[in-house]
């Protein structure tokens, strides 16, 4: 592949999507301005979606005698890119709003439920206990429950 | 539960004690926790009686289709009264510690 026939949009915007996709899932998903709404990602899926179209007019603009072979690449890289990038926005902005209504979760003023469970060395530990043992030496002013879907 | 354990010691300054409910066994909660850096007690509901109580039960969500809780925060003061309530409708987005800082303010 000579350097003059090497289409840097196409492969550019490519690699801008794994590259986009995989700093969600490895730095940004840990910094709460770029989840909550992940708008870094979405711009640098922008930005790829733009390398790309460039990319694939290239690969079939008619002035320019393009092999087959690089009009083939050119739809298949993108439409991986596409895919990528629908799979990310279905993932984040719908299949992620598939939960429960919780219509029956205690509310503010009234009374949350008691239980005991196992900590991680397996002791059981009530709400109460929870709700009386110390902190650094001071009485505590609450508890803060955060049930979490699992580590898995 | 990273912002949470990184908030702690502002947490605890306001004595708030953060504990974190899941249907994992006490092993992988451990794993868990050694692997995160988390150092806030993080208790297991494997038969989800505690997550089905607080009616938090996402049926089937979970690996091999498990039901797991979904997410969600309650602040309980110490009488036992939820303060207040996060029910987050998109599970990506989790309430900030701030947002709990700013009501632990009202706890007595």
Redesign the interface.
């Known amino acids: 592949m000579t350097l003059r026939r090497f289409n840097l949009p196409l492969w550019s915007g490519f690699l801008l999507t794994l590259v986009s996709v995989f700093t969600f899932f490895g730095v940004l998903?840990?910094i709460?301005a770029t989840?909550?709404?992940?708008w870094v990602t979405l711009g640098l899926f922008l930005l790829a979606a733009v390398l790309l179209i460039v990319g694939v007019r290239r690969a079939f603009s008619a002035n320019q005698a393009k092999p087959r072979r690089a009009k083939i690449g050119a739809v298949v890289l993108t439409g991986f890119s596409a895919f990528l990038i629908a799979a990310f926005v279905f993932a984040?902005?719908v299949a992620?709003?598939?939960?429960?209504a919780?219509?029956?979760?205690?509310?503010?003023?009234?009374?949350?439920?008691?239980?005991t469970?196992?900590?991680?060395?397996?002791k059981p530990?009530s709400?109460?206990e929870?709700?009386?043992?110390p902190?650094?030496g001071?009485?505590?002013?609450?508890?803060?429950?955060?049930?979490?879907?699992?580590?898995? | 539960m990273r912002s949470i354990e990184q908030s702690l010691p502002a947490l605890n300054a306001q004595g708030i004690r953060p504990v974190a409910i899941s249907i994992d066994s006490p092993e992988v909660s451990r794993n868990l926790a050694q692997h995160a850096g988390y150092t806030f007690p993080i208790l297991s509901d494997p038969k989800v009686e505690t997550i089905r109580r607080y009616d938090l039960v996402h049926a089937g969500a979970g690996e091999n289709g498990a039901d797991i809780a979904r997410p969600a925060e309650f602040l309980i003061d110490t009488s036992g009264t939820v303060r207040w309530v996060n029910l987050t409708e998109n599970y990506w987005i989790r309430a900030q510690p701030e947002d709990v800082l700013e009501v632990a303010k009202l706890l007595k």
């Open positions: 998903v840990w709460p989840r909550n709404f992940p984040f902005f992620a709003r598939w939960l429960p919780s219509t029956g979760a205690p509310q503010v003023g009234q009374r949350a439920p008691e239980f469970l196992a900590d991680t060395s397996g530990v709400l109460t929870l709700l009386a043992t902190i650094n001071n009485a505590p002013k609450g508890v803060l429950l955060i049930f979490y879907r699992g580590y898995w």
